[in-house]
């Protein structure tokens, strides 16, 4: 009897899992399906930051007024509005020349990043856009945070950001929390450089760490061969065994890419006294990078952009590219497991 009750359930279970696997089956299908069948990969967001600014400032003010002085005031704004607009259209009847009333423009541009420079894409499809349209008056503020990361990834974002130089566009970078490393390397292509008090700026320097395991192997009887066609195709390995010859040649490298490095900052920022002394991987907070004209200004981004609202019309730009379901998922996965982490290395604190 025992046994049947075991088979029967066995069956059932079995069963389950089965719908569970094409319910599942399903949903993939269904979510590649319409992946496939959208052609756009992301879409250009564009916020009136200006507009936002007032709004915010005058339902500040009006916070501590009652219902009926609202009123009042609602009808007074309504009838500055609709004064404002009989003597716009007044105005553009008699100068038709759209392009002389376009007000200069503010593009705010975010750039956040991580160790493979990933937003790169995004700030691609934003730079494209803003080439497009910019006028000689116009002007970019990129807002920066990155503490550096791949060679190629941040040298690839910072030949985004030259592109507007290319283009005669004024850019200006704020740097709030950090631009180190890579992060630099993207500020100083900059005509200003802006930061906050203790925001942290600099590390000119590179660096590599590679474990190796091939002691631990070999203490238990496991071979590693590493074969390459090429003297130097593989200096260092996590593996295999490795070399004094090949630890020189890659020690070579990193002082080749560090020279690199140390080029492109001196050609950016010819202000700069005496390159090597801010080329020793250090990093300075705000007020000090100043004095050594790492950076032009001591502001925050929000100064920035209120200073700019005064004469110009503050537009934020942002590329957002569209994740797939299981982009989607591993994000969150990621994030998921960074909060745990940081909430252990708290409690352990």
Not at 264 to 275: E, G, K, M
């Amino acid at each position: 009897m025992w046994s049947e009750l075991a088979v029967g359930y066995g069956l059932f279970i079995l069963e389950i899992l089965t719908l569970l696997l094409v319910i599942a089956g399903i949903i993939a299908m269904i979510i590649a399906f319409k992946q496939k069948k959208s052609h756009q990969a992301g879409e250009l967001v564009i916020t009136d930051l200006s507009q936002e600014y007032k709004e915010n400032t005058k339902r500040l003010a009006d916070f501590h007024l009652s219902e009926e002085a609202l009123k009042q005031i609602e009808k007074v704004r309504k009838k500055e509005e609709k004064q404002k607009s009989k003597l716009e259209k007044e105005r553009l009847k008699k100068d038709l020349d759209l392009e002389n009333q376009r007000k200069p423009h503010l593009f705010v541009l975010n750039f956040k990043g991580d160790i493979l420079a990933s937003e790169t894409a995004a700030l691609r499809e934003e730079v494209s856009a803003i080439i497009a349209v910019a006028k000689p008056e116009d002007e970019v503020l990129l807002r920066l945070e990155s503490p550096g990361g791949v060679v190629h990834g941040y040298g690839l974002a910072a030949s985004q950001l030259a592109r507007l130089k290319k283009h005669q566009i004024k850019l200006t970078v704020a740097v709030d929390k950090v631009a180190a490393s890579g992060g630099y390397m993207m500020a100083c292509v900059a005509d200003k450089i802006v930061a906050a008090p203790f925001a942290i700026i600099g590390s000119v320097g590179v660096v590599a760490q590679v474990p190796n395991i091939h002691r631990l192997l070999k203490k238990h009887n496991v071979d590693v061969d590493v074969m390459t066609a090429g003297e130097y195709k593989r200096t260092v390995t996590l593996l295999g065994e490795n070399t004094e010859k090949g630890k020189e040649k890659f020690q070579q490298e990193l002082d080749e890419t560090h020279q690199l490095f140390k080029q492109f900052v001196a050609q950016h920022r010819p202000q700069l006294i005496d390159i090597e002394s801010i080329s020793t991987g250090e990093h300075w907070f705000g007020e000090q990078a100043l004095g050594l004209k790492l950076i032009d200004d001591i502001a925050t981004s929000d100064d920035f952009i209120l200073d700019a609202m005064q004469d110009k019309l503050v537009l934020s730009v942002k590329y957002t590219i569209k994740k797939s379901f299981a982009q989607k998922l591993g994000k969150q996965v990621e994030k998921s497991m960074r909060n745990v982490f940081l909430g252990l290395l708290k409690y352990n604190n």
